[in-house]
């Protein structure tokens, strides 16, 4: 059994910063990959950023490019997504997530972002 939680959204106004954290616990295998993804008020879920085990490697999503930051700390079996120069446009509801080599995902329960002055 694996779980992610979540923590860090809320409201913010344009320009300012946010940082969202998760934690996964449970069996989590040595290779994995983890990452955050959004979805906005009817719109699809997209991937946000992604990064592999020990942190070499990372994708983001091109409009958060010079923006977001993904990191994680394997000690401590948490990602974590520091968001600066936040738009309006970022507001979605964000999720972590999971992914063993091999494995299914799993997911966090979300946690709301909101960019609104």
């Known amino acids: 059994q694996v779980q992610l939680v979540e923590s860090g959204g809320g409201l913010v106004q344009p320009g300012g910063s946010l940082r969202l954290s998760c934690v996964v616990s449970g069996s989590i295998f040595s290779v994995n990959s983890m990452a955050w993804y959004r979805r906005a008020v009817g719109k699809q879920r997209e991937l946000v950023a992604g990064i592999g085990s020990g942190g070499v490697r990372t994708n983001y999503l091109d409009s958060v490019k010079g923006r977001f930051t993904i990191s994680r700390d394997e000690a401590k079996n948490t990602v974590s997504l520091q968001m600066n120069s936040l738009k309006s446009e970022d507001t979605a509801v964000y999720y972590c997530?999971?992914?063993?080599?091999?494995?299914?995902?799993?997911w966090g329960q979300g946690t709301q972002v909101t960019v609104s002055s």
């Open positions: 997530n999971y992914r063993p080599a091999g494995g299914p995902d799993y």
